[in-house]
């Protein structure tokens, strides 16, 4: 399939004009005074159907093969028609089909080497015969190979363009499902937090109907504990409302999820690793509120987990700071290893797109970037998420 030719600008066809014009004139400029002085009506016919030409060559992309067959041949004994029938020939290399080019090549040489042979009134000797043959037939070739080669770059171009688009639809439709993947594991997480406040408050309802041995502080307590986490099992159902779950109920109920308060036995996981781990917490884990801590403590799980997966020897550095009045700030930085070139924006992978999805359903925002040697992942999250 021929790859299409693409749209010509306003300098585009200002040039291809001007060059048009020039081939006719060197063509023509020869024959012009012959023609008036001893053949006029040869003349206004020549300039005829050099214009015809110069016209129909707009149609060149529409009805190749007809244009530059016609043109070529009035090329033939009606020089003023060069140029059209140059850039017609051009046009038709372009699509690159040999039983196109072959004929109308054929049919442009045999008109000229007519003219050459029977109809140049200069009278030339033999020798320039066989010069203006060998000319003839080198700019036929020329124009076919450059054709041909404009051709070629064309479909290239293509083929690129679409490969780059291919890959483009590509990862767009895997960053896509990592979100749907990421938010189908958040609603699962909240929906089994949202269980275990539900489970506690049918205990300590049940215990109330009961039992009868209770003093008025023991059920005014219990009555606490239940309003509490009512509560809190609100809270917790107006963020799962928001996300969508796949699948529901396909699976066991699981334990409450790690909140912040599980960091400090995330870092200890990671030092009995092996990484190098400096961790400064300006904030108390245990005092993050339940709705970002668990965000944060994934936030920190991915982190630790790239950097140990892209920089395995590295000294890592985790800093948890912030408060209810500046929301919570999480950074992990870790410099490069050695021999890996820094850039401005570093290729995201799928965990990083799950943990922007995760961010932003908290309210938060996510930022990764290299700087100078070091890469570095931030997230800040609101505190009353």
């Known amino acids: 399939?021929?790859?299409?030719?693409?749209?010509?600008?306003?300098?585009?066809?200002?040039?291809?004009?001007?060059?048009?014009?020039?081939?006719?004139?060197?063509?023509?400029?020869?024959?012009?005074?012959?023609?008036?002085?001893?053949a006029r009506w040869w003349f206004w016919l020549d300039l005829l159907l050099g214009a015809a030409s110069f016209v129909a060559v707009f149609w060149r992309r529409r009805f190749p093969v007809a244009v530059a067959l016609s043109t070529n041949l009035v090329a033939g004994f009606f020089l003023s028609a060069g140029g059209p029938a140059t850039l017609a020939l051009f046009?038709?290399?372009?699509r690159r089909r040999w039983r196109e080019i072959l004929p109308v090549s054929a049919a442009?040489?045999?008109?000229?080497?007519?003219?050459?042979?029977?109809?140049?009134?200069?009278?030339?000797?033999?020798?320039?015969?066989?010069?203006?043959?060998?000319?003839?037939?080198?700019?036929?070739?020329?124009?076919?190979?450059?054709?041909?080669?404009?051709?070629?770059?064309?479909?290239?171009?293509?083929t690129l363009r679409d490969r780059a688009e291919t890959a483009e639809s590509e990862q767009a439709?895997?960053?896509?499902?990592?979100?749907?993947?990421?938010?189908?594991?958040?609603?699962?997480?909240?929906?089994?937090?949202?269980?275990?406040?539900?489970?506690?408050?049918?205990?300590?309802?049940?215990?109330?109907?009961?039992?009868?041995?209770?003093?008025?502080?023991?059920?005014?307590?219990?009555?606490?504990?239940?309003?509490?986490?009512?509560?809190?099992?609100?809270?917790?159902?107006?963020?799962?409302l928001?996300?969508?779950?796949?699948?529901?109920?396909?699976?066991?109920?699981?334990?409450?999820?790690?909140?912040?308060?599980?960091?400090?036995?995330?870092?200890?996981?990671?030092?009995?690793?092996?990484?190098?781990?400096?961790?400064?917490?300006?904030?108390?884990?245990?005092?993050?509120?339940g709705g970002i801590g668990r965000t944060a403590y994934r936030v920190v799980q991915e982190g630790l987990t790239n950097a140990a997966k892209h920089a395995p020897y590295a000294r890592v550095h985790l800093a948890v700071s912030g408060g209810p009045e500046d929301g919570l700030v999480i950074e992990v930085s870790n410099p490069l290893p050695a021999g890996q070139a820094p850039s401005s924006l570093p290729p995201s992978g799928l965990g990083l797109v799950g943990l922007a999805e995760r961010a932003e359903l908290a309210g938060g925002r996510l930022h990764h970037a290299t700087l100078s040697d070091h890469h570095v992942l931030r997230v800040w999250l609101p505190w009353n998420a």
């Open 242 to 289: 928001g996300v969508l779950r796949e699948d529901a109920g396909d699976a066991e109920p699981e334990p409450p999820q790690p909140t912040a308060a599980a960091i400090p036995d995330l870092l200890g996981h990671f030092r009995g690793t092996g990484m190098n781990l400096v961790a400064e917490l300006l904030v108390d884990p245990s005092a993050v509120p």
């Open 108 to 158: 442009s040489a045999l008109s000229g080497g007519g003219f050459i042979l029977f109809g140049d009134p200069s009278g030339q000797g033999r020798e320039l015969i066989l010069v203006d043959l060998a000319l003839l037939t080198t700019i036929i070739a020329i124009t076919v190979g450059w054709g041909m080669f404009v051709g070629s770059r064309r479909e290239l171009l293509a």
């Open 1 to 38: 399939m021929t790859t299409p030719a693409p749209p010509i600008s306003r300098w585009g066809y200002t040039w291809r004009i001007g060059l048009v014009m020039l081939i006719s004139a060197i063509a023509w400029s020869p024959l012009v005074e012959y023609q008036w002085e001893q």
């Open 173 to 240: 439709a895997r960053v896509a499902q990592a979100r749907i993947a990421e938010r189908a594991r958040i609603a699962r997480e909240m929906h089994d937090v949202l269980a275990h406040r539900i489970s506690i408050v049918t205990m300590h309802a049940g215990a109330l109907s009961y039992r009868d041995d209770l003093s008025a502080d023991e059920v005014k307590a219990t009555a606490a504990t239940i309003e509490q986490s009512s509560r809190l099992a609100l809270v917790e159902l107006r963020e799962v």
């Open 91 to 94: 046009s038709l290399s372009t």
